[in-house]
């Protein structure tokens, strides 16, 4: 069966300190991964997709980037976090073809300081 | 532009108490239709896939419905436990499965 880790689960950052948030897939191969942000009581917001290893592709234009290194692992980066990057992030995966459901992490809850 | 809207924001219901909560959507070339559950502090769990009008999904006490226009996630003598944030989100167009959420429904299931 197939397995999505996050890490850390909560992180306390002050302004102007760098982001590295992991992400992981285990039990399949060649997924699409996905990174989201869910600011409190609201909706979640797309903010990076990948087809691939370093083929990464931006909904939101922001201080944030992402990277995957390799097939399971996708990484999301900040060089300087701003306030308004707190909230919840989320990693999720699809099968590359056929099925469209994605499926979710655990989650990490980021506050900026 | 892709939207989806959920309604209502909140509700509340006695254990027993059966509702149904609302999912609007407006695609161009809806692929498919997601609900997910998601308990404080935790990733959304998927639900359902529903990709065509007139299909129904059922999971225990939750059936979820298509139209053309939205869908309903009925749920018949909710228990306490059944209380969570529900989501809705479309799949729409071609390509890389990107998926729109709505706000989403609080729901509260009092014993």
């Known amino acids: ?32 991964l996905y990174w989201y942000r869910q600011a409190a009581g ?24 992402a990277s995957r290194p390799q097939d399971r692992q996708f990484i999301l980066s900040s060089k300087k976090l701003l306030l308004s990057d707190s909230g919840f992030y989320l990693c999720a995966w699809s099968p590359g073809t056929g099925a469209y459901e994605q499926y979710f992490g655990p989650g990490t809850r980021l506050t900026v300081t | 532009e892709d939207q989806v809207t959920q309604s209502p924001e909140a509700l509340r219901l006695q254990e027993g108490e059966s509702s149904s909560l609302n999912c609007s959507y407006t695609v161009s070339g809806l692929r ?22 007139g299909e129904e999904k059922e999971k225990e006490r939750l059936k979820a419905t298509l139209t053309k226009k939205e869908s309903f996630l009925h749920i018949t003598a909710p228990k306490p436990e059944d209380s969570a944030t529900y989501l809705c989100a479309v799949q729409a167009g071609w390509g890389a499965q990107k998926l729109v959420f709505g706000q989403g429904t609080r729901l509260t299931i009092n014993p």
């Open chain 1, 42 to 65: 609201r909706g979640l917001q797309l903010l990076f997709y990948s087809v691939g290893i370093g083929q990464i592709s931006s909904e939101v234009p922001q201080n944030l980037s």
């Open chain 1, 1 to 32: 069966s197939q397995t999505i880790h996050q890490w850390p689960a909560t992180l306390v950052q002050p302004v102007g300190s760098p982001l590295s948030l992991e992400c992981t897939v285990e039990g399949t191969s060649n997924p699409n």
């Open chain 2, 32 to 53: 498919g239709l997601f609900w997910y559950r998601q308990d404080p502090g935790k990733g959304p769990e998927f639900l359902f896939t529903l990709y065509s009008a």
